[in-house]
């Protein structure tokens, strides 16, 4: 069973990075319109 779980892992991390992507840029901006 290392196919499967490496695909779910592979896809965990892929929606994972995406998530945290769009997260850590509206942050970003939202600081520089603060400053």
Do not use: A, H, Q
Not at 1 to 29: A, C, H, N, Q, R
């Amino acid at each position: 069973p290392p196919m499967p779980w490496f695909g779910m892992d592979i896809g965990g991390t892929l929606v994972k990075l995406v998530y945290f992507e769009p997260s850590d840029i509206s942050t970003d901006e939202l600081e520089l319109e603060k400053e």
